[in-house]
């Protein structure tokens, strides 16, 4: 199973705690933080943590656009293989 965590300038911190939550499911997965920022903060972050760092030249088609080169990047194209984890910082 894929875990995505779609991002686009979400504080580098918070999208920490959000992947450190992630990596703690006990399902087996890998997750993936999908950066459409292309921010070298929150590619080492990844590096970091042990997680997945996709990023794409362009944001077009915005969210969906990002979950959709993902999906053609890692197992996602596998029926009921994906989760996604909505990620809005700004809300509690």
Sequence with gaps: ???FIPTLNEDVELLRKTV????N???P???HILDDGRRPEVETLA???GC?????PDNGDAK???LNHALERTNGM?????GVVRFSGGRH
């Design 1 to 3: 199973m894929d875990v």
């Design 20 to 23: 450190l939550g992630c990596l």
């Design 25 to 27: 499911m006990t399902y």
């Design 29 to 31: 997965h890998k997750t």
């Design 47 to 49: 590096g970091e943590l």
């Design 52 to 56: 997945g760092y996709i990023a794409r």
């Design 64 to 66: 969906a656009g990002n």
């Design 78 to 82: 596998q029926p009921s293989s994906v």
